[in-house]
């Protein structure tokens, strides 16, 4: 019996970390989804963005793939019925201990043969500070005739800064996965995804 549970703890601390679920929330109109169709899209960077950075590739490749799934075309800007902006943000942010981690204490004793002085150093093993990573993804898919947003959404998530899922290469893929999950999506709601 011993053996099992020691194998169960043993199996939990070995498996890896699961990434954290994503939040997604998208907005639409029965109008514009039927403008929108299954024509043909062109990814681009949103304005004020550098397309051509290697990072905003990945987000651009991760959305591509997603609409390729979803059986839309892909074309240039200039021959597509839509144009899909795609922007991709990450803050990192890092949480401050309230304590640090060396505390000292010193005690002592006096009076008749048991005199003495005691001195006590802890050392905290939680490490430094923590750093957590959003990621954010926010697409618009405009009308290319007109320029008028036919579908918006945006999927975040909040990663350990050490954890795989943190990483771009990992973060893009899944949160345009989640973005464009159940496309389009009921208009408004946010909904999370694991």
């Not at 939990?12 to 954290?20: E, I």
């Not at 963005?49 to 997603?66: F, K, N, P, Y």
């Not at 345009?176 to 496309?183: D, E, I, N, T, V």
């Amino acid at each position: 019996m011993r053996a099992r549970a020691l194998l169960a703890a043993l199996a939990l601390v070995a498996s890896p970390a699961l990434a954290a679920p994503v939040e997604v929330t998208r907005f639409h109109t029965p109008e514009s989804i039927t403008t929108l169709g299954r024509g043909a899209v062109a990814v681009v960077a949103a304005p004020g963005t550098d397309g051509s950075s290697l990072e905003q590739r990945v987000w651009l490749q991760a959305v591509e793939a997603e609409l390729a799934a979803l059986k839309f075309g892909s074309a240039t800007p200039g021959a597509a019925d839509a144009v899909a902006e795609v922007r991709a943000e990450r803050d990192v942010q890092r949480i401050e201990r309230k304590r640090g981690p060396v505390s000292v204490g010193v005690g002592g004793s006096t009076g008749g043969w048991n005199s003495g002085v005691g001195l006590g150093v802890g050392f905290s093993l939680g490490g430094g500070p923590k750093a957590r990573v959003t990621s954010r993804l926010v697409v618009t898919i405009r009308s290319r005739a007109t320029g008028l947003s036919l579908w918006e959404g945006r999927a975040e998530n909040v990663e350990n800064e050490k954890a795989k899922a943190a990483a771009v290469d990992q973060a893009a893929p899944r949160l345009a996965h989640a973005l464009f999950s159940g496309f389009p999506g009921t208009s408004g709601a946010t909904i999370t995804v694991k």
